[in-house]
């Protein structure tokens, strides 16, 4: 699965002047080009051109921006302004840059700064130098853009001539007072403010629905107008969803808020710590939920009930650390379904535990299931097998083929000199491995194209240190293996690999090249940001550097074909009905696959073996698929819905599982719904002390064309642009998908302390699948869908 968060490395659309900033290099001498630039370059241009780019499950889109050329021609010298316009059409602050004639085009070269979003949403930036090689057609502007720095690839510039100098669209009054007082507003929190918070928090211990109407809008305002009170991500606020009226959740989420924030007013010294914090908040809850239950039994909630029996015993602390879901227990109690299938579901679910086995085996036994492996071959068919043991109807259905084979074997590396210490690297999936153990000097690499073919002697037999930063695919910063003009240079000067920066953990996604005839023979290893600004810095200093690496990625001839399996429990009644359960098997190896989508495929799996051993017998049928190259593009999910395409009408919901392990809480559904999940939430009533299953309505149609073009997407996008209803598990726990997500920390021992929480989660899948294949009720997609029709 691909996350906003996973962007690789590109220069921001919102904010142009950061990576195009008025500093400007040195500029070429202008008796290089003796022919004067072209005066009919001069004048005033709207132009577009891509500043970066976003990749998302394989598919790699330029991120396109506008913006507006002043040129001016003094005496045949000729004076750009640039200038970039945001989403409103206003014009960012411009910078001058001077022109220098060239054989394609006048060259407007400055420095700037080049930006990537990490991990964890922050942003980091590296000295580039910017290109622009213009000329004019008449009214036509053409040329290209180009980060050289760091890069040789260009990107096209196009505009046109404006007849008069851009004048920006005047802002409505209420959007510019809008903008003012909003910039104006914000600021810390007041003493004043803090304490109308802290009595609010004390108010709504006694009448929390009075509170909730009265400051439950302002307290939301407000907590995002401010800078010196922030909550971290807590699971219970996740958790109160319980609640089983709207008006309970919605006061208890009000309560949990004021007495959160007033803990951290009245405790200062205790405001980063969550786990106090997080108790504080629940204390708040249990005590406006006792006065809700003096008013009106109705609010009674089975979990709220459980946690004030926690509170009594003195395990409140424990209870409310149990709901990250590390180290939780799966004891619980026998379920109230009054269907006989249900319980049996339950009972083997929690007496008989198996998720972490499956997990184990994917992860520590197959490891790594980058699409077209031996380990993505053999798992596919090691779950065929399972599935079939469990006496599940399963096969293999090729989804589509690799023009070759990939696997990915051990890897080590060391500084040997001037001190000897281990260090912390990772390839890219279908990148070359080393000759065995290598050993060199270390190099800074060229700036330029123009400086590595002045410098391609000193290459030779050397680790070149490039600049960029990982992104977890190839060096040359695609998704598939296309080597620049830089990295062909260095090839042919025999250096002996590459060496880029990283942010840790370190990303690695993949590279792929398009033919066996085009095999990348260079090394693109990627070094932990640490030691990489360690030896670049002993490099600049003149200090010789020493590097040792050992990688064995290797390759084999093609096509190798790849597989979703594919398994179904045969309805009863309405056999061409499908509840389709989907998770993909392929995984990014620089880790195991293990949280994305080990988890995922594992809970599935369990799910399968709750129902085949509980002798379901729905009256629809409920087909579970492991989908190959989900990470490639959801390749696995398209050929699916292109071989059963006459399916895809009767599949009456499709319920994927990628993401961060954890246990599921419930789901989003519209009202419709609601009586055949109802039974699911009954299902699950008190079989765990903390973990529940609450529905959320909305009725709003989705935006089917939305899925796809979500950053976070899977699988699931395929099937709602063919208006297939994709309703979203919701997750509880406090698992950091963002660090271990595409890096080599997606192992096993990172999802092991979630194991009560995945095997819940199995329980809750299987739970579902049976529920709403077994319903009596007719499921409409009537209204789900703004535009299913098209969808369709």
Same mark, same amino acid.
């Given at each position: 699965?691909?996350?906003?968060?996973?962007?690789?490395?590109?220069?921001?659309?919102?904010? @142009?002047?950061?990576?195009?900033?008025?500093?400007?290099?040195?500029?070429?001498?202008?008796?290089?080009?003796?022919?004067?630039?072209?005066?009919?370059?001069?004048?005033?241009?709207?132009?577009?051109?891509?500043?970066?780019?976003?990749?998302?499950?394989?598919?790699?889109?330029?991120?396109?921006?506008?913006?507006?050329?002043?040129?001016?021609?003094?005496?045949?010298?000729?004076?750009?302004?640039?200038?970039?316009?945001?989403?409103?059409?206003?014009?960012?602050?411009?910078?001058?840059?001077?022109?220098?004639?060239?054989?394609?085009?006048?060259?407007?070269?400055?420095?700037?700064?080049?930006?990537?979003?990490?991990?964890?949403?922050?942003?980091?930036?590296?000295?580039?130098?910017?290109?622009?090689?213009?000329?004019?057609?008449?009214?036509?502007?053409?040329?290209? #853009?180009?980060?050289?720095?760091?890069?040789?690839?260009?990107?096209?510039?196009?505009?046109?001539?404006?007849? %008069?100098?851009?004048?920006?669209? =005047?802002?409505?009054?209420?959007?510019?007072?809008? =903008? %003012?007082?909003?910039?104006?507003?914000?600021?810390?929190?007041?003493?004043?403010?803090?304490?109308?918070?802290?009595?609010?928090?004390?108010?709504?211990?006694?009448? @929390?629905?009075?509170?909730?109407?009265?400051?439950? =809008?302002?307290?939301?305002?407000?907590?995002?107008?401010?800078? +010196?009170?922030?909550?971290?991500?807590?699971?219970?606020?996740?958790?109160?969803?319980?609640?089983?009226?709207?008006?309970?959740?919605?006061?208890?989420?009000?309560?949990?808020?004021?007495?959160?924030?007033?803990?951290?007013?009245?405790?200062?010294?205790?405001?980063?710590?969550?786990?106090?914090?997080?108790?504080?908040?629940?204390?708040?809850?249990?005590?406006?939920?006792?006065?809700?239950?003096?008013?009106?039994?109705?609010?009674?909630?089975?979990?709220?009930?459980?946690?004030?029996?926690?509170?009594?015993?003195?395990?409140?602390? %424990?209870?409310?650390?149990?709901?990250?879901?590390?180290?939780?227990?799966?004891?619980?109690?026998?379920?109230?379904?009054?269907?006989?299938?249900?319980?049996?579901?339950?009972?083997?679910?929690?007496?008989?535990?198996?998720?972490?086995?499956?997990?184990?085996?994917?992860?520590?036994?197959?490891?790594?299931?980058? *699409?077209?492996?031996?380990?993505?071959?053999?798992?596919?068919?090691?779950?065929?097998?399972?599935?079939?043991?469990?006496?599940?109807? /399963?096969?293999?259905?090729?989804?589509?083929?690799?023009?070759?084979?990939?696997?990915?074997?051990?890897?080590?590396? #060391?500084?040997? %000199?001037?001190?000897?210490?281990?260090?912390?690297?990772?390839?890219?999936?279908?990148?070359?491995? *080393?000759?065995?153990?290598?050993?060199?000097?270390?190099?800074?690499?060229?700036?330029?194209?123009?400086?590595?073919?002045?410098?391609?002697?000193?290459?030779?037999?050397?680790?070149?240190?490039?600049?960029?930063?990982?992104?977890?695919?190839?060096?040359?910063?695609?998704?598939?293996?296309?080597?620049?003009?830089?990295?062909?240079?260095?090839?042919?000067?025999?250096?002996?690999?590459?060496?880029?920066?990283?942010?840790?953990?370190?990303?690695?996604?993949?590279?792929?090249?398009?033919?066996?005839?085009?095999? @990348?023979?260079?090394?693109?290893?990627?070094?932990?940001?640490?030691?990489?600004?360690?030896?670049?810095?002993?490099?600049?200093?003149?200090?010789?550097?020493?590097?040792?690496?050992?990688? #064995?990625?290797?390759?084999?001839?093609?096509?190798?074909?790849?597989?979703?399996?594919?398994?179904?429990?045969?309805?009863?009644?309405?056999?061409?009905?499908?509840?389709?359960?989907?998770?993909?098997?392929?995984?990014?190896?620089?880790?195991?696959?293990?949280?994305?989508?080990?988890?995922?495929?594992?809970?599935?799996?369990?799910?399968? #073996?709750?129902?085949?051993?509980?002798?379901?017998?729905?009256?629809?049928?409920?087909?579970?698929?492991?989908?190959?190259?989900?990470?490639?593009?959801?390749?696995?999910?398209?050929?699916?819905?292109?071989?059963?395409?006459?399916?895809?009408?009767?599949?009456?919901?499709?319920?994927?599982?990628?993401?961060?392990?954890?246990?599921?809480?419930?789901? *989003?559904?519209?009202?419709?719904?609601?009586?055949?999940?109802?039974?699911?939430?009954?299902?699950?009533?008190?079989?765990?002390?903390?973990?529940?299953?609450?529905?959320?309505?909305?009725?709003?149609?989705?935006?089917?064309?939305?899925?796809?073009?979500?950053?976070?997407?899977?699988?699931?996008?395929?099937?709602?642009?063919?208006?297939?209803?994709?309703?979203?598990?919701?997750?509880?726990?406090?698992?950091?998908?963002?660090?271990?997500?595409?890096?080599?920390?997606?192992?096993?021992?990172?999802?092991?302390?979630?194991?009560?929480?995945?095997?819940?989660?199995?329980?809750?899948?299987?739970?579902?699948?049976?529920?709403?294949?077994?319903?009596?009720? +007719?499921?409409?997609?009537?209204?789900?869908?703004?535009?299913?029709?098209? /969808?369709?």
């Amino acid at each position: 699965m691909t996350r906003t968060t996973m962007h690789a490395p590109r220069l921001h659309s919102f904010h @142009p002047l950061i990576y195009a900033c008025c500093v400007l290099a040195t500029a070429l001498p202008s008796a290089v080009h003796a022919k004067a630039p072209a005066p009919a370059l001069a004048g005033h241009w709207r132009f577009q051109t891509a500043t970066g780019s976003t990749s998302n499950n394989g598919v790699t889109v330029d991120l396109i921006d506008q913006g507006v050329l002043d040129i001016s021609d003094d005496g045949g010298r000729l004076t750009a302004s640039i200038a970039w316009l945001d989403e409103r059409g206003q014009l960012t602050a411009p910078r001058q840059v001077q022109g220098v004639p060239g054989p394609a085009g006048t060259v407007f070269r400055h420095a700037g700064k080049r930006v990537s979003t990490g991990r964890n949403g922050k942003d980091s930036s590296t000295d580039v130098t910017i290109r622009w090689t213009l000329q004019a057609h008449g009214d036509v502007l053409a040329g290209t #853009r180009l980060v050289e720095t760091d890069e040789n690839d260009p990107k096209p510039v196009s505009g046109t001539r404006l007849k %008069a100098r851009y004048v920006p669209p =005047a802002l409505p009054p209420a959007a510019v007072a809008a =903008a %003012a007082a909003s910039e104006a507003a914000r600021g810390p929190s007041t003493p004043a403010e803090r304490a109308r918070v802290v009595q609010m928090a004390l108010e709504a211990q006694q009448d @929390p629905l009075g509170v909730q109407r009265r400051d439950g =809008a302002w307290l939301a305002a407000w907590i995002e107008s401010i800078p +010196d009170l922030v909550l971290a991500p807590s699971p219970l606020e996740s958790w109160l969803d319980v609640a089983p009226a709207a008006a309970m959740r919605e006061a208890a989420g009000v309560q949990y808020l004021a007495s959160a924030l007033a803990f951290q007013i009245s405790h200062p010294q205790q405001a980063g710590d969550v786990a106090a914090t997080s108790l504080a908040a629940m204390e708040g809850v249990l005590r406006g939920y006792a006065t809700l239950l003096r008013q009106d039994a109705r609010y009674r909630s089975n979990k709220l009930d459980q946690a004030v029996a926690a509170r009594r015993q003195g395990r409140l602390p %424990a209870f409310v650390a149990a709901l990250s879901g590390r180290h939780a227990t799966l004891a619980g109690a026998p379920s109230p379904a009054s269907d006989a299938t249900a319980r049996a579901i339950v009972a083997l679910g929690t007496g008989e535990p198996r998720v972490m086995d499956w997990l184990d085996i994917l992860s520590n036994r197959f490891g790594g299931r980058m *699409t077209g492996s031996d380990a993505y071959t053999h798992a596919a068919r090691w779950t065929r097998t399972q599935l079939q043991q469990w006496g599940v109807q /399963a096969g293999l259905e090729e989804a589509g083929q690799m023009p070759l084979g990939f696997n990915r074997g051990p890897w080590s590396a #060391r500084m040997l %000199a001037p001190v000897a210490q281990p260090l912390r690297i990772a390839t890219p999936a279908y990148t070359a491995g *080393t000759r065995g153990v290598q050993q060199g000097l270390a190099i800074l690499g060229p700036a330029t194209l123009e400086e590595a073919q002045e410098r391609a002697a000193q290459f030779k037999n050397k680790w070149v240190l490039v600049g960029g930063e990982n992104s977890g695919d190839g060096r040359d910063g695609e998704f598939v293996h296309q080597p620049r003009a830089i990295t062909r240079l260095l090839l042919a000067a025999g250096a002996l690999g590459t060496i880029q920066s990283g942010e840790e953990p370190l990303y690695a996604a993949s590279g792929a090249p398009t033919s066996w005839e085009s095999l @990348p023979s260079l090394p693109d290893i990627k070094l932990a940001a640490p030691q990489y600004a360690d030896i670049r810095q002993r490099l600049a200093s003149g200090e010789p550097v020493t590097l040792e690496f050992d990688i #064995r990625n290797w390759f084999y001839p093609g096509p190798v074909a790849y597989h979703n399996v594919v398994a179904r429990i045969a309805g009863t009644d309405k056999p061409e009905e499908i509840v389709l359960l989907g998770a993909h098997l392929d995984s990014y190896d620089g880790g195991t696959g293990a949280a994305d989508n080990g988890a995922g495929v594992a809970s599935m799996l369990e799910a399968m #073996r709750l129902l085949a051993r509980a002798n379901a017998r729905p009256r629809r049928s409920i087909v579970m698929v492991a989908f190959g190259a989900e990470e490639l593009g959801r390749k696995g999910a398209f050929a699916f819905a292109k071989q059963h395409a006459g399916e895809l009408k009767n599949i009456v919901m499709m319920l994927n599982r990628d993401g961060r392990p954890g246990a599921i809480s419930g789901i *989003t559904i519209p009202t419709a719904w609601q009586p055949v999940f109802r039974r699911v939430e009954q299902a699950l009533d008190g079989v765990h002390p903390v973990f529940g299953y609450a529905t959320t309505l909305n009725d709003t149609p989705r935006d089917a064309g939305m899925a796809m073009r979500a950053g976070s997407g899977s699988d699931d996008a395929v099937f709602a642009v063919n208006g297939v209803p994709t309703p979203r598990f919701g997750m509880l726990g406090d698992f950091d998908y963002a660090r271990v997500h595409h890096t080599v920390r997606d192992t096993y021992e990172n999802v092991l302390p979630f194991s009560a929480a995945q095997q819940y989660s199995a329980i809750a899948i299987a739970l579902t699948a049976y529920t709403v294949a077994n319903a009596p009720e +007719d499921i409409s997609r009537q209204g789900y869908y703004r535009a299913a029709e098209a /969808a369709q």
